[in-house]
């Protein structure tokens, strides 16, 4: 005989199972966000506490018998708001959608999508969301956590950061994260704002006219937004949505996508926007977002890497100046710099140094080869993104190395060296590795445009 609880218990819990439903739904599209998406996604640990250094920290202890020196940390700003464009888009896609209650019946997704709350205001722009405050506070506490020596109290404090509203939110946020302890200098001013070394694709005229603002550079992007991909992916939606496919297009399907993002990023929610897209789905959008990447940030054009040298240079200059100071016994002068960007700071850097280089470019036509690319850039630059040198002064008797060693580590995990595979390298083999960027790449000459020889002309 089956307990009277049993009937009345099964709507009730299924009831229960629907969240856990829509969170594994969510949970199989977020990997697929790239610049959209959570933090969390590259350290799942974090979720269950924000605060914790997670499982690969015991592997990167401090190497032995050596002392941090310097750390500079190369920031993305945390979560954001969407851009006022993107939100123009949410809202026109959302407004289409309320306009065709009639087919609503046959179409269980437009109706969830017509009931949702179109909440996102233009004036929002790209913001930095609490979510975002939060992401900063957390990985400040847990860099000091990492590097108490280099944290310790009154230690000079360097912060920089873009003039966009959101980075310097960024870097007040990470800033309260350190606590009052620290001293910031002499000035008052909290972050200082260097717009030639956190957007350099700003001041970059030859990646300007280029890439920026030449159409045909994206020719791989739009051709793939055109391509069988992205067609089966838009008839699946416009079926989904009871749509014509002809009313829709990659632009507004990759809206949706990035709705389903934001507010998952932004409110913790699995949103209606979700349930339009399957895992297939998501990797093809999730290509699409690295292909724009790949083309305007990374290995797609070199003055996209190029124009990010002015960067590393200075990054060697501060680490020189370190070891200068050490090897005569000084005080270092900027035991910690902090500087905050955007996904285009991190990613043209990273590609300057070779990192996440697959042996084919990525194009419209190889998505299936690419299905195992090192260029995902969710797992390169999700939201508060970081990539941190540490140079170490070390004991040589134990080591029986150079003193002066370095580690990278981005997004909290050490990377391996290109030219050893190892995650600890002497800053000498270092430098020379990257001898040519260091002396060969000139910003100015770098980003000059063409210009026209007009004696040359004159001549013919
Ligand atoms: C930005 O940083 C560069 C390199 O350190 C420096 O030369 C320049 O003066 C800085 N600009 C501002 C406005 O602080
Ligand atoms: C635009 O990009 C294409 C493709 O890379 C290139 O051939 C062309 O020279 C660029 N145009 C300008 C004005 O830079
Ligand atoms: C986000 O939502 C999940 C699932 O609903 C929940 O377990 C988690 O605690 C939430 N996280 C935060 C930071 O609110
Ligand atoms: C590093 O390891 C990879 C894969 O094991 C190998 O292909 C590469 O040649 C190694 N590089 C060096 C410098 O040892
Ligand atoms: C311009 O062309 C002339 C003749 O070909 C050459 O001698 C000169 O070096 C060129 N100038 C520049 C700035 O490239």
């Not at 969390?40 to 269950?48: A, F, K, Q």
């Not at 205001?121 to 969301?129: M, P, T, V, Y």
């Not at 050893?420 to 000459?445: A, Q, R, V």
Request: neutral net charge; proline residues 5%.
């Amino acid at each position: 005989m089956a307990p009277r609880w049993a009937a009345a218990a099964l709507p009730s819990a299924a009831l229960l199972l629907l969240p856990l439903l829509l969170a594994v739904a969510s949970a199989g599209l977020s990997g697929y966000f790239g610049t959209k998406s959570r933090y969390e996604e590259v350290n799942p640990h974090l979720l269950r506490d924000p605060l914790s250094l997670g499982p690969a920290a015991a592997g990167s202890r401090l190497p032995a018998a050596c002392a941090p020196l310097q750390l500079r940390a190369l920031l993305r700003h945390g979560t954001r708001y969407p851009t006022a464009g993107q939100i123009r888009r949410l809202g026109e896609l959302h407004a289409r959608l309320l306009r065709r209650p009639a087919a609503a019946a046959g179409c269980p997704a437009a109706a969830d999508l017509a009931a949702w709350q179109m909440w996102y205001e233009e004036s929002l722009d790209g913001r930095l969301a609490p979510q975002g405050r939060r992401d900063m506070e957390h990985l400040a506490r847990r860099l000091a956590a990492r590097f108490p020596a280099l944290f310790a109290a009154r230690r000079r404090l360097v912060l920089a950061s873009s003039s966009k509203h959101r980075c310097l939110q960024s870097g007040a946020a990470f800033r309260r994260g350190l606590g009052p302890s620290l001293s910031l200098g002499s000035d008052e001013v909290e972050v200082e704002v260097n717009d030639s070394l956190m957007r350099f694709f700003d001041h970059c005229a030859k990646f300007v006219a280029l890439v920026e603002e030449n159409d045909t550079a994206m020719c791989q992007v739009n051709a793939f937004k055109e391509g069988p991909e992205m067609r089966k992916v838009l008839e699946k939606v416009a079926s989904a949505l009871c749509l014509p496919v002809e009313e829709l297009n990659a632009d507004l399907v990759q809206v949706a996508f990035l709705a389903c993002s934001y507010e998952l990023a932004i409110k913790n929610v699995t949103s209606p926007w979700c349930s339009l897209f399957s895992e297939e789905d998501a990797k093809v959008l999730e290509y699409l977002n690295d292909l724009k990447q790949y083309w305007k940030r990374g290995y797609g054009y070199d003055i996209n890497s190029r124009s990010s040298c002015i960067l590393f240079q200075d990054i060697f200059q501060h680490l020189d100046k370190a070891v200068e100071e050490s090897k005569s016994s000084k005080p270092i002068s900027s035991p910690l710099i902090v500087q905050i960007g955007h996904a285009e700071t991190l990613q043209p850097l990273l590609a300057l140094m070779g990192f996440f280089k697959d042996d084919e470019p990525l194009k419209a036509n190889n998505y299936v080869r690419q299905m195992h690319r090192k260029f995902r850039s969710g797992r390169i630059v999700p939201y508060a993104a970081n990539l941190v040198f540490v140079l170490y002064h070390c004991d040589q008797v134990k080591t029986s190395k150079e003193e002066y060693q370095v580690q990278m580590l981005l997004n909290e995990k050490l990377m391996l060296f290109h030219h050893s595979n190892e995650t600890i390298s002497t800053y000498t083999d270092l430098k020379d590795y990257y001898k040519d960027i260091l002396e060969n790449c000139h910003f100015k000459e770098e980003c000059a445009l063409p210009k026209v020889n007009i004696t040359a002309v004159d001549e013919l």
